[in-house]
């Protein structure tokens, strides 16, 4: 059975009981509590009751299931690029896109003693993002599968030269002190993540700028891209994310994953739409939900 360590397994528990009196509530995010992901639930939805996932595909089953209304899941970092398989789990999951939400990460470093510390847990990028911070002072990383997952096995070994790099919300969870905050190397490591539901919002409703999120497949023939995207730039229509990626194993065709500004329902996004259904195919929107961060 797949565990955390003892003080996160506790709260995972008490979370999920929690979140089992009132579903509706209940904002289901992949990690550990104390996550960058129960941070963004809590800032993007508060008075949600946070349901810790041991996955990806367990939090949005946990919606589709019903056992909570909503899920949060990150989708790029300004520094890596997209999370790993996240294209292939939003199609699937029979999920709609509602929402974004945009987070500053940040890396504090924590402990049950005040130091010196002889190495720090986390998870491998966030170590990858303070090395500089780490080096400086001696301390040798050591990797860790999530950083609230670290904090939570540095506080259950209880040794005071051994440290955690997680957000400041992990030590509140577990009892750890606070050595340092912003200990990352640069300052401008941002996450954009999405929130998933079980029925889409209403274009029509939707009162402010809105994003439109789609995938695509096209043919491997020559300028098929260019044919199914000339729409969006013949109507107008503002594409500001394109990211190409492979279903399954013959490299026949390429799938693409795209954000427009706009929603169905305003001509120029119908139109630019109509036009891509005619060229390429599997044509599948995701959700329509408000713009959060302008786009340039």
Do not use: W
């Amino acid at each position: 059975m797949q565990s955390y360590p003892a003080p996160a397994q506790r709260l995972v528990e008490t979370m999920a009981a929690a979140a089992a009196t009132d579903p509706d509530r209940a904002v289901a995010f992949q990690g550990a509590p104390g996550a960058n992901s129960h941070r963004a639930a809590l800032e993007a939805l508060p008075g949600c009751l946070p349901l810790p996932c041991f996955s990806f595909e367990d939090a949005l089953e946990a919606v589709r299931e019903g056992r909570a209304g909503r899920a949060i899941i990150p989708i790029e970092n300004s520094q890596h690029g997209r999370v790993a398989d996240i294209h292939f789990l939003l199609p699937e999951s029979e999920l709609s896109i509602v929402g974004e939400h945009f987070l500053a990460i940040h890396a504090t470093l924590m402990s049950t003693g005040t130091g010196p510390f002889t190495s720090a847990f986390s998870h491998p990028q966030a170590l990858g993002q303070s090395r500089f911070y780490l080096r400086k002072r001696g301390i040798v990383p050591m990797s860790y599968a999530d950083t609230a997952g670290a904090a939570a096995y540095v506080a259950e070994l209880g040794d005071p030269t051994i440290a955690a790099l997680a957000p400041t919300i992990a030590a509140e969870l577990y009892g750890l002190k606070v050595i340092e905050e912003h200990v990352e190397d640069a300052p401008d490591n941002m996450t954009r993540f999405v929130l998933l539901a079980r029925a889409p919002l209403d274009p029509a409703e939707l009162v402010g700028p809105a994003i439109t999120t789609f995938v695509f497949e096209v043919r491997n023939i020559p300028a098929a891209l260019y044919k199914a995207l000339g729409g969006f730039a013949t109507n107008g229509v503002n594409m500001t994310k394109l990211e190409s990626y492979q279903r399954g194993a013959s490299f026949a065709a390429t799938a693409f994953y795209a954000d427009i500004v706009g929603a169905p329902g305003e001509p120029a996004v119908d139109r630019a739409l109509e036009e891509l259904a005619y060229f390429a195919k599997d044509l599948r929107l995701l959700g329509t939900y408000l713009q959060t961060r302008a786009r340039g």
